[in-house]
């Protein structure tokens, strides 16, 4: 485990190293495939409910259940979530990104519950798959308190219970808490939750924390920056995206210059020690 590269450094040394090994572009795809295939695998495993025979079948019949649809019903809410977010954002928050507002839509919206379960089954992006390349930084350092900062829907929170770390979920909606409570007791795991509106991350009580794609969200994320380092211990790690593609035009994504917050790692002691620059772009900080 602890010389396996990780995904992004796997796939940077096949592509950069073709011409070395005289691979051709189809054996350099396929090769690809089969690395991506790999770490599809751990987390269909980690998040597949008994009886279901796909991620996609078993993320809508999960979600169905709970709100008390079909998972068909389910499945064609969620295929319309990604613009039906986007309208109920103009709804509730419109153009003040009043703090207030945000948490407002971030409980009532019902959209976003959808729009994060598709993401999850892998459909249409692949990206969730960092939270496996996560894991494996994480075994690699031997550490074993996990906090996922912004869970969403806390599937990396499950994603690291089944692999035996002591799992914390903390966001600012409380639906979507609500949503991980039930899917943590539907599957008889043990995990801690934090409602960001009500209270805080106790300090120093872990050694790797996630944020993915959460701080381009934040209307206060200097001060999460802060907070976030203050609930490293010692010699643990951040893990996360902190950047947006110029882009993007999502209206829930507020966050456009991370300067401010990199700056704010760095008063904090935080230190970064791994990128990912060859895939999605994460990065990894280190409290020294």
């Known amino acids: 485990m602890a010389d396996e590269k990780l995904l992004p450094e796997a796939l940077k040394d096949l592509w950069q190293n073709a011409d070395k090994r005289n691979f051709t572009s189809e054996e350099c795809d396929s090769e690809q495939e089969k690395l991506l295939d790999g770490y599809r695998q751990v987390w269909t495993r980690a998040l597949l409910l008994e009886g279901c025979n796909t991620l996609l079948e078993s993320l809508f019949s999960e979600l169905g259940e709970y709100l008390g649809w079909k998972p068909t019903e389910a499945e064609q809410l969620c295929e319309f979530s990604a613009k039906r977010v986007e309208e109920e954002w103009h709804e509730m928050v419109g153009t003040s990104n009043s703090a207030a507002l945000i948490e407002r839509f971030y409980d009532q919206s019902r959209a976003y519950l959808c729009d994060l379960t598709l993401w999850h089954t892998l459909r249409e992006d692949q ?99 802060g907070r976030l380092a203050d609930a490293l211990v010692p010699g643990g790690f951040l893990y996360g995206r902190f950047a947006l593609d110029p882009h993007d035009e999502r209206p829930q994504h507020i966050l456009r210059d991370f300067q401010p917050v990199r700056a704010r790692f760095r008063d904090a002691g935080l230190v970064k020690v791994w990128e990912d620059d060859w895939l999605w772009g994460h990065e990894v900080f280190q409290r020294l």
Request: with cysteine.
């Open 127 to 225: 990206a969730p798959l960092a939270y496996v390349t996560a894991l494996r930084f994480a075994q690699r350092q031997h550490c074993t308190r996990h906090l996922d900062f912004g869970a969403g829907i806390s599937s990396g929170s499950i994603l690291f219970r089944v692999h035996g770390f002591q799992v914390t979920s903390a966001d600012i909606s409380s639906s979507l808490q609500r949503y991980s409570q039930w899917r943590f007791a539907k599957r008889r795991m043990q995990g801690q939750f934090i409602d960001l509106k009500t209270s805080e991350i106790p300090r120093e009580s872990f050694d790797f924390i996630t944020a993915m794609d959460v701080f381009e969200h934040l209307s206060d994320a200097i001060g999460e920056a």
